[in-house]
């Protein structure tokens, strides 16, 4: 009899994409996964470790599990700290580091044996946790920066990108299945393929390039949704936002600026300041003016002055970007940053942080008022409460972080389609609308008729 495991995921896409594969090896050996504590024989918590807050969950996410199930096998980057595990939670089973998908296995092994059915397919398909309608596409592990606030480096390893090819066959798969969107991630996305010096590999019967720009002119043949994160602002991003012109990806840059200030970014071992990164936007819309661009800025960081914050308000007053993520400075443990002299106090990280936020919803309302009476494209990702509402995102917006439409239907639009919305009104993060047509979708990959995503 197969063995059941229980699985909990916790942090970013890129860990949400470990678990998909630690999942899809485990059903490929027969075992099953279930929703409760109490069905499973064994649970695996993957954890987020790049945080205060993020440690902190993770080790309430093991706790329960063993209190609900006693047998618990943690993974993910806090695993890279097994000192931290062991000493809150002693009774776990095994501690394993992120990517350590064999040491997973073999540990669910040690608790109950496989059992593979003769009835499992050889290759069995892979599993994804996300909707059917998108999914992340991984294409390199790790990073070769070294920001002082961070310890990634240290949890994941320097940079190692996939093969072209090998990525190129899965975005078929995922496209060939019902996959409408891919969303490239990586810990640097702009610097894939530079550990491979770029190597081609062979891809339905051509060599093709380990380089974004050449990796990317391969996805948007798919005929899927491309959207890119985690892109680093290097010179040949504009290859790349000159593709979007184009529409041959969608216009959306999620750029993790973190600061504007040229003092507080060396502290952090950042490029740019406020001059680099305006002219760097500037050029990119004016290749592409209809580019949306997401970012994300640490406020509070050791040294931060009023006149180091005030630069970065000034910064997203002239930039006038997108969507904005904000975060208050937390140290990590083993980051560098720690050691550097002038913490702020928390109640002034949290009072630059609102004033952040209050500056870029004003942004975001004028950019949102200024789409009504626009016609969008529309992904639907969910139902509304109310009857023949549908919630979903333009090609402007990424899932869970970014903005959402609510869209009044006749009933028959279903989660994953695209449909055309006439925007009505306007909220400072959020747009309503009423359908107005649908969008033909039309992979060119071949479907594979009756297969489906686990």
């Given at each position: 009899m197969?063995?059941?495991v229980?699985?909990?995921?916790?942090?970013?896409?890129?860990?949400?994409?470990?678990?998909?594969?630690?999942?899809?090896?485990?059903?490929?050996?027969?075992y099953?996964?279930?929703?409760?504590?109490?069905?499973?024989?064994?649970?695996?918590?993957?954890?987020?470790g790049?945080?205060t807050?993020?440690?902190?969950?993770?080790?309430?996410?093991?706790?329960?599990?063993?209190?609900?199930?006693?047998?618990?096998?943690?993974?993910?980057?806090?695993?890279?700290?097994?000192?931290?595990?062991?000493?809150?939670?002693?009774?776990?089973?095994?501690?394993?580091?992120?990517?350590?998908?064999e040491?997973?296995?073999?540990?669910?092994?040690?608790?109950?044996?496989?059992?593979?059915?003769?009835?499992?397919?050889l290759?069995?398909?892979?599993?994804?946790?996300?909707?059917?309608?998108?999914?992340?596409?991984?294409?390199?592990?790790?990073?070769?920066?070294?920001?002082?606030?961070?310890?990634?480096?240290?949890?994941?390893?320097?940079?190692?990108?996939?093969?072209?090819?090998?990525i190129?066959?899965?975005?078929?798969?995922l496209v060939?299945t019902?996959?409408?969107?891919?969303?490239?991630?990586?810990?640097d996305?702009?610097?894939?393929?530079?550990?491979?010096?770029?190597r081609?590999?062979?891809?339905?019967?051509?060599?093709?390039?380990?380089?974004?720009?050449?990796?990317?002119?391969?996805?948007?043949?798919?005929?899927?949704?491309?959207?890119?994160?985690?892109?680093?602002?290097?010179?040949?991003?504009?290859e790349?936002?000159?593709?979007?012109?184009e529409?041959?990806?969608?216009?959306?840059?999620?750029?993790?600026?973190?600061?504007?200030?040229?003092?507080?970014?060396k502290a952090?071992?950042?490029?740019?300041g406020?001059?680099?990164?305006?002219?760097?936007?500037?050029e990119?819309?004016?290749i592409?003016?209809?580019?949306?661009?997401r970012?994300?800025?640490i406020?509070?960081?050791?040294?931060?002055?009023?006149?180091?914050?005030?630069?970065?308000?000034?910064?997203?007053?002239?930039a006038?970007?997108?969507?904005?993520?904000c975060?208050?400075?937390?140290?990590?443990?083993g980051?560098?940053?720690?050691?550097?002299?002038?913490a702020?106090?928390?109640?002034?990280?949290?009072?630059?942080?609102?004033?952040?936020?209050?500056?870029q919803?004003?942004?975001?309302?004028?950019?949102?008022?200024?789409?009504?009476?626009?016609?969008?494209?529309?992904?639907?990702?969910?139902?509304?409460?109310?009857?023949?509402?549908v919630?979903?995102?333009?090609?402007y917006?990424?899932?869970?972080?970014?903005?959402q439409?609510?869209?009044?239907?006749?009933?028959?639009?279903?989660i994953?389609?695209?449909?055309?919305?006439q925007?009505?009104?306007a909220?400072?993060?959020?747009?309503?609308?009423?359908m107005?047509?649908?969008?033909?979708?039309?992979?060119?990959?071949?479907?594979?008729?009756?297969?489906?995503?686990?």
């Open positions: 197969a063995g059941k229980g699985f909990v995921s916790l942090g970013c896409p890129k860990a949400l994409v470990d678990s998909e594969q630690i999942i899809s090896r485990l059903r490929a050996e027969g099953e996964t279930v929703p409760t504590y109490q069905e499973a024989d064994v649970v695996v918590v993957n954890t987020c790049f945080i807050p993020a440690v902190e969950e993770s080790l309430s996410a093991i706790g329960e599990a063993l209190a609900e199930n006693g047998r618990v096998i943690v993974t993910g980057c806090l695993g890279a700290r097994p000192e931290v595990i062991r000493q809150a939670h002693p009774q776990v089973l095994e501690v394993t580091g992120p990517g350590e998908i040491r997973v296995i073999a540990a669910v092994h040690q608790v109950v044996p496989p059992d593979p059915s003769p009835y499992t397919a290759v069995p398909p892979q599993v994804k946790l996300t909707p059917r309608h998108y999914a992340y596409l991984k294409i390199a592990e790790g990073c070769n920066h070294r920001c002082s606030f961070c310890i990634i480096p240290k949890l994941r390893g320097s940079q190692r990108s996939r093969e072209a090819a090998e190129l066959a899965e975005a078929a798969r060939a019902g996959t409408k969107e891919l969303l490239v991630i990586a810990q996305t702009s610097a894939y393929g530079v550990d491979l010096r770029h081609p590999s062979v891809y339905a019967g051509r060599p093709v390039r380990a380089h974004l720009v050449d990796l990317v002119q391969e996805l948007s043949q798919f005929g899927a949704w491309l959207r890119l994160h985690y892109v680093y602002p290097y010179p040949h991003v504009r790349l936002v000159a593709l979007m012109a529409g041959r990806l969608l216009p959306y840059l999620d750029v993790p600026l973190q600061h504007a200030s040229p003092r507080i970014l952090m071992r950042r490029p740019g406020v001059e680099d990164h305006l002219r760097t936007i500037a990119w819309r004016a592409a003016p209809d580019l949306a661009i970012s994300s800025f406020v509070g960081f050791p040294g931060e002055t009023e006149e180091d914050f005030s630069l970065l308000l000034d910064f997203l007053r002239e006038r970007l997108d969507r904005v993520g975060f208050t400075y937390s140290e990590v443990e980051a560098e940053a720690n050691a550097l002299p002038g702020v106090p928390e109640e002034v990280k949290e009072e630059r942080r609102g004033r952040l936020m209050a500056l919803q004003r942004i975001s309302l004028e950019k949102n008022r200024a789409r009504v009476g626009q016609t969008l494209e529309v992904i639907v990702d969910d139902y509304g409460e109310l009857p023949g509402q919630v979903g995102r333009t090609r917006d990424a899932p869970g972080i970014d903005n439409v609510y869209v009044e239907t006749d009933g028959t639009a279903k994953g389609d695209i449909i055309r919305v925007v009505t009104r909220g400072a993060y959020d747009l309503f609308g009423q107005v047509g649908r969008v033909p979708w039309k992979p060119a990959v071949p479907m594979i008729v009756g297969a489906s995503r686990v």
